[in-house]
């Protein structure tokens, strides 16, 4: 197992160092640049080529790139040029990466579960109510747009209905940082009105980023329990006379979730690419509103710190997706 | 011991298993009705083996499937009686039936491969039917189920409760079945063709130790097979199902002295012999997919060696004569 894992975390460097290289001229190749992004367009020819010489954009861009990677390794990431003008990329990152994590963990459990109970209840009960409406609620979920659901969450519960703040991540009440991450930060310095706040600014966003994992989840869940239900070892286990609740969790479920487990993990991916647009609707300070940002900015420095982590957690959370299947699967783990 | 029934032994006569024109349909809305099993009617006594009979379709493993209550809760009906020990099986709600499978009467089922869960250690996968109907702790119970493994003669058992099924072979995952089924010492076992996914030799002993065992603990026996070599070594009377009904019933070596349906006979030289030399075998023609309706002939009428006109016209009736019963207007006169 520890072979295992550490295989995979070469694997992840090897995955990074392609990606750096790929990421750093592929942005480089976009119309438009920081030059213009900083000076605008009434910037003199002259201003422009003194800001390339002071930024060392006049460069070949191989070397352009054997610099950055030397810097990267001193863990200078370069300078954020508009997100927070000034700051090291990384620490762009750093400030961002909590409200992400809190939003994305709160949008999965959120999917998880709601998705996989009704998954069950519609295969148990296939063909009738509670089946044909979970099923249109989950091509609802998948076919209405992440940023349309955000807005008419937001335009219902927050501007028409007044129950739940329009933006942010908290609301102004001067709460202490330690951690960064607001709910817990709230609990470790007994603020909890500070916790509270975060909770209620994370109530939509999770709910808009969970429609899609949440549909695809329920989808495999009520797939592989139908056909888990034909198995011949639920039968045996049905002939042993166990009762319905043994053979729901031992038998059933345990079995039914393999795939389920694996698409939790591809889902994680997903989830990034919909929190930049959730995150953009709700004003919502994470990676996604600053991958948004530094793009339409041109902040290199930003953008690629930002998307290199997105692929290094993204590698990571289906490490642990790989592991936790081992767990689960006596299959994978003696083989 | 595990195997070791404290129960005073029953009445030898008086039936444990008395299953009373049982009749399985299967439908949904829009479809022709199909009957599975059409009033089919049979005696299992403490301790007997009885075999039932015949080729795939012809309602042997539903009717296994409807004396358990394992059928499909929807899609079928299922009229008739199956008494057990004085209680209709079929009235029983899911709760009292639940608490009866399992502990008195168990099942072992065709494919080992697949009858047993690829992600629970076998041996909690024996020990889960003690905590169920003895109310052990999975503490105690595993040694219990390290010796009915044993008992079944898996090598090992210790250290098998914490394999896997994917770590055991095709034959040793039968053996683990039947020491599921076997757990609580069931009065009445049904074996619903646990051969057929096996090879030959495995075959012999996963036979072996079934005939042993139910020796052993006087638990009854219902055998369904295709395979009349399995019947002949094991049964003490044979019901030949043709189209969801009974159509040849008797003691195992009668029957194979001299079976009176054609379609006994004609599955008793469809098996190839090895004493007689350049024999040819000789199959029974067409298959269940020409079956007449019983309502007004003989099912096996367009199959059958020797037709007479009545068949197709009447039904033949179920006629008893001593020990033996047969549905025939033409019976096979000459002893083989």
């Given amino acids: 197992m520890l072979r295992f894992i550490v295989r995979r975390m070469v694997q992840l460097i090897g995955v990074v160092l392609v990606l750096s290289l790929l990421l750093f001229f592929w942005l480089r190749s976009l119309p438009g640049g920081p030059i213009n992004a900083l000076l605008g367009d009434r910037a003199t020819p002259e201003q422009q080529e003194q800001l390339e010489q002071l930024l060392g954009l006049d460069q070949p861009l191989y070397v352009q790139y054997l610099r950055y990677m030397g810097r990267a390794l001193q863990g200078e990431f370069g300078s954020s040029s508009s997100v927070i003008p000034g700051t090291d990329a990384f620490d762009v990152f750093l400030s961002r990466f909590p409200a992400t994590i809190e939003l994305a963990f709160f949008s999965v459990t959120l999917a998880i579960i709601t998705a996989i109970p009704l998954g069950y209840f519609a295969a148990r009960r296939r063909g009738r109510a509670v089946d044909n409406i979970s099923i249109v609620a989950s091509l609802v979920g998948i076919a209405v747009p992440v940023f349309f659901l955000a807005f008419l969450l937001k335009y219902y519960f927050s501007v028409k209905l007044g129950w739940l703040p329009v933006s942010g991540r908290q609301a102004n009440l001067g709460c202490t940082r330690v951690t960064n991450f607001f709910i817990l930060d709230g609990l470790l310095t007994r603020e909890f009105d500070c916790s509270v706040s975060a909770v209620k600014h994370l109530i939509l966003p999770s709910i808009a980023l969970a429609s899609i994992p949440f549909a695809v989840v329920f989808r495999i869940t009520r797939a592989s329990v139908l056909d888990v239900l034909h198995e011949d070892y639920v039968r045996t286990a049905e002939a042993k006379g166990l009762t319905a609740r043994v053979i729901r969790g031992r038998h059933v479920l345990r079995n039914a979730m393999l795939p389920v487990l694996t698409i939790v993990g591809l889902q994680v991916g997903a989830l990034l690419a919909g929190a930049v647009l959730t995150e953009t609707v709700f004003s919502f300070p994470g990676i996604g509103e600053a991958l948004a940002l530094s793009f339409s900015a041109r902040d290199y420095a930003v953008l690629q710190i930002l998307i290199l982590m997105s692929a290094v957690v993204f590698v990571v959370v289906n490490l642990v997706v790989d592991i936790l299947y081992a767990v689960v699967d006596p299959r994978v783990r003696t083989s | ?336």
Avoid at chain 2, 71 to 97: I, Q, Y
Avoid at chain 2, 247 to 256: A, D, K, S
Avoid at chain 2, 288 to 293: G, I, K, M, R
């Fill in chain 2, 1 to 336: 011991m595990a195997y070791s029934s404290t129960r005073p032994v029953a009445d030898r006569d008086r039936p444990l298993l008395s299953v009373e024109d049982l009749t399985v349909t299967f439908g949904r809305q829009g479809e022709e009705p199909f009957r599975a099993v059409d009033g089919v009617s049979f005696t299992v006594r403490p301790g007997q083996t009885v075999g039932l009979v015949g080729e795939s379709g012809c309602g042997k493993s539903v009717t296994s499937l409807a004396i358990m209550g394992l059928l499909p809760k929807r899609g079928n009906t299922v009229g008739g009686r199956v008494d057990f020990e004085g209680t209709d099986l079929l009235s029983l709600g899911d709760a009292e039936l639940r608490n009866r499978r399992g502990k008195d009467l168990a099942m072992v089922f065709q494919d080992p491969l697949s009858s047993l869960n690829p992600v629970v250690p076998v041996g909690l996968q024996v020990t889960e039917v003690l905590e169920r109907h003895r109310g052990m702790s999975r503490k105690a119970a595993m040694p219990v189920a390290a010796d009915l493994l044993s008992r079944v003669g898996i090598p090992d058992p210790n250290r098998r409760v914490k394999d896997y099924p994917h770590q055991m072979s095709g034959g040793m995952r039968q053996r683990a079945l039947v020491a599921i089924a076997l757990a609580c010492a069931p009065r009445l076992l049904i074996a619903d063709e646990p051969t057929t996914a096996l090879d030959v030799t495995i075959q012999a002993q996963i036979l072996a130790l079934l005939k042993e065992l139910v020796e052993e603990t006087g638990t009854a026996l219902i055998m369904i097979t295709h395979d009349l070599g399995v019947v002949a070594g094991l049964c003490d009377e044979v019901n030949v199902l043709y189209g969801g009904r009974i159509v040849e019933r008797g003691p195992r070596h009668p029957i194979f002295r001299e079976p009176r349906h054609p379609y006994t006979n004609g599955l008793l030289d469809s098996i190839p012999r090895l004493d007689t030399v350049g024999e040819r075998l000789t199959p029974i023609p067409g298959s269940v997919a020409d079956n007449l309706p019983w309502d007004h002939a003989c099912a096996f009428a367009p199959r059958c060696s020797q037709p007479v006109e009545i068949c197709t016209q009447t039904t033949p009736d179920l006629v008893t004569n001593g020990d033996r019963a047969l549905r025939c207007h033409n019976p096979v006169e000459v002893p083989r």
